[in-house]
């Protein structure tokens, strides 16, 4: 599956991605605003089994964010069970090298489209880490709304931070 983008694309895992995925992602900036499954250094070794668990995984609503060709980050719909059955978490992450160019805000505005449309959710949910302040800027940019924060919520490299809770 693909879906358009402005200069990019959201597509379906390949083999080939694993060098451009490890080179993107072995970054301690990206790092620091990503849950702790995310792992860092982030290994040769890393990518080869993260990539491999997304060319299985059935379904697989987690996409590559490609530019040119290349793999530059990552954005997903984690379905949920039970009575969150119509409402995901979404994530995702991004290259450094293209931070501020306003790519996430439409692959944000995509992944929700997809979602409501052709998944018929009824809410995507979000969750930043409170470092990370730019991030929630781009989930309000992409149309969600900051509905509470979680004080005191999540540790991440040795630091208590809030975990505002975004739609």
């Known amino acids: 599956m693909e879906i358009q983008g402005q200069g990019f694309k959201l597509r379906g895992w390949k083999a080939n991605d694993v060098v451009s995925i490890q080179k993107h992602a072995d970054n301690s900036k990206v790092y620091s605003f990503l849950l702790d499954r995310f792992p860092h250094p982030y290994t040769m070794e890393a990518a080869e089994v ?4 997304m060319l299985n995984l059935q379904p697989n609503y987690n996409f590559v964010i490609d530019i040119d060709g290349k793999a530059v980050g990552v954005i997903g719909l984690e379905i949920r069970e039970d009575v969150y059955r119509k409402a995901p ?3 995702y992450w991004i290259g450094e090298a293209f931070w501020g160019k306003g790519i996430m805000t439409k692959a944000i505005k995509l992944m ?11 809410r995507i949910q979000a969750g930043v880490l409170g470092n ?3 991030s929630m800027r781009v989930l309000e940019k992409a149309g969600f709304v900051k509905e ?3 004080k005191n919520a999540i540790i991440k490299n040795g630091a208590v931070f809030d975990y505002p809770d975004g739609r």
């Open 89 to 91: 978490l979404i994530g």
């Open 112 to 122: 929700t489209n997809f979602a409501f449309t052709e998944l018929d959710m009824m």
């Open 148 to 150: 509470g924060i979680l």
């Open 50 to 53: 993260w990539v491999d668990h």
């Open 132 to 134: 990370n302040p730019k």
